[in-house]
């Protein structure tokens, strides 16, 4: 049997059946930490299992509890509660001094983050058009509770969807919808964009007691890969996503000041939804900082 450990390119065996993968490395001489001895109390040892899972029993029930205390993927196990029944490959996660603090400052506080997951969720980002220069003119409350109340009425519009908003960024925001397949999470995006833009004249509507203005909205709606999780602890927690598919929905949303339209999908989106979803093609355009063409379409009614 041969178990390889990464960061530290080392391969080895067991000495003894039984021995578990924190014994295992530290008879050969690995710096693998285990704060609390090895009994299954910090998840210091954790490792995350690169090749060989199959292999691997379930977690015992020490290990199952902190497991699921920390939402831990099946990827990642305790090396001081694993046995391992053949060849694997791990990489230790707790590497340094500093892994520790992060580690030491994220599970004592009150409530625990969670371990970033990989998803496929489809993706919104809507942005107010022109609602800096508006606002110059406003006090701060009206700024203030213009947004609030555009934000609401979004809200509202998301949560009927099935999605949540999950960054407010300035006079924008963004948007997530997961479901059981691709096509119904691309499904509840758009029926949740519609929405926000139907909602939009009752806004202006309203907005022209205030100010002489009518506001615009850009939206962009992808689909992709993106991994959610959370950052800080305490009151500084707060969940994160990241990834080339986030990014992508926020070059479609910029891209409909350039197409002149206000909803653009890109091609996952429409291809998910089906024939049955009709769309026109509004043209190919660039997306910073990615290569090729990239054809956006906006829904037909
Ligand atoms: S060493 Fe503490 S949980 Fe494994």
Known sequence: MKICFLPDNLCTKPQRSGQSLLEISLAAGVDHTHACGGVGKCSTCRVMVLEGAERLLARNPTEQALAQRLGFGPEIRLACQTVPQGDLTLRR?????????????????????????????????????????????????????????????????????????????????LALFDGENPKQKCQKALAAAQGVLAAMPGFNHYLAKVAPQFLKLGIGVHYGHLIQGEIGAGEQMREIVIGDAVNTA?????????????LLVSEEVREHLGPEFRFERVGEVTLKGKQGLFPLFCPVE
């Open 93 to 173: 996660l707790v590497i340094d001094d500093e892994d520790l603090e992060i580690l030491h400052f994220r599970l004592t506080a009150s409530a625990l983050p969670k371990i970033g997951v990989e998803k496929e969720l489809a993706i919104l980002f809507v942005d107010l058009r022109n609602f800096t220069p508006f606002s110059e003119a406003l006090p701060a409350y009206d700024v203030m509770h213009l947004l609030e109340r555009f934000f609401f009425l979004c809200g509202q519009q998301v949560k009927q969807a099935g999605g949540w908003i999950d960054n407010y960024m300035g006079d924008g925001f």
């Open 250 to 262: 926020s070059r479609i949303e910029s891209a409909t000041k350039v197409l002149g339209r206000p």
